[in-house]
């Protein structure tokens, strides 16, 4: 496959600058990043050509969230390589949170060892847990008696949380993203960690309706996402169930919050990493 490489220039510089954009990206096309690791390096984003729409990526600096950051970009048709085994072999490590959960690719080696070992073969830039919004709904999962539960997971990317889910003893799990790249890569992931009591479905909210009702529904996916479709989830979530979910800022919770309330949830907890929110809510009708 053709791909374009740019090179984003971004004053000043700052890897927490660079998260912001690498989500932006990634709702426009790009499948691929290398962060800057050094001050004159610059970051670098792959699109397929066929995907690429100049007047997106314009509009998508134009509304860049953070003030004051001047955005500059150059490009090229790239090498033709796989861009995303690139990024995975060089820029992939294995996610450790504390004793609980290890998040690796089949290609590491020496993998620590942890109560919950996910394998997870990445082909995209936000299905392995490092980035800040899935690494906290880890966090949150883990929190979780989730023995007998029975979980959704919304936009569910490469399977990760609901892997999570499954190992900590939900019944079973629905997996469910709009991406049909995304539920093959599910599928593949749930074969390397042999677990065969989730269901990866392609669709959206709107296919709800005969699904559940679940005990806890994860949804890490964007802000207005959430904002419409959360009546669609809470509808298929069962009295005193869990909803968490991840994907916005921390100066959007106050939103999520509002919208969540008048659905019938109440806010347990609310963590931040540089920017970026993760809510845990419970169903009180």
């Not at 490590?93 to 919950?116: M, R, T, Y």
Request: hydrophobic residues 40%; proline residues 4%; charged residues 25%.
């Amino acid at each position: 496959m053709r791909y374009l490489e740019f090179s984003f220039k971004l004053t000043p510089q700052s890897s927490d600058f660079e998260d912001v954009l690498i989500d932006l990206l990634g709702e426009i096309g790009f499948d691929s990043f290398l962060k800057s690791t050094a001050p004159d390096e610059q970051m670098r984003g792959y699109i397929p050509v066929k995907d690429f729409r100049e007047t997106d990526l314009k509009n998508c600096i134009a509304d860049f969230p953070l003030p004051d950051v001047d955005i500059s970009y150059t490009y090229q048709e790239a090498e033709d390589k796989d861009w995303n085994e690139v990024w995975e072999k060089n820029y992939f490590e294995p996610l450790v949170i504390g004793d609980q959960c290890v998040v690796a690719a089949s290609f590491h080696q020496n993998i620590p060892q942890a109560k919950f070992n996910i394998i997870i073969n990445p082909k995209m830039s936000f299905g392995t847990g490092h980035h800040e919004t899935t690494s906290q709904m880890l966090k949150a999962i883990l929190s979780l008696d989730l023995k007998g539960k029975k979980v959704l997971d919304m936009g569910c990317g490469t399977g990760l949380l609901a892997i999570l889910a499954a190992m900590k003893g939900a019944d079973n799990c629905m997996a469910i993203d709009i991406d049909e790249w995304c539920v093959n890569n599910a599928m593949e992931n749930l074969a390397l960690n042999h677990i065969n009591n989730i269901e990866v479905l392609l669709g959206d909210a709107a296919g709800l309706k005969d699904k559940g009702p679940f005990d806890v529904i994860l949804a890490n996916i964007h802000l207005n996402v959430i904002l419409n479709d959360m009546p669609d989830y809470i509808e298929r979530l069962n009295p005193s169930g869990y909803f968490l979910t991840s994907g916005f800022y921390l100066d959007d919770l106050p939103r999520i919050k509002e919208k969540a309330e008048s659905l019938g949830l109440k806010l347990i907890t609310a963590t931040d990493e540089r920017l970026w929110c993760c809510a845990v809510f419970q169903r009180i009708e």
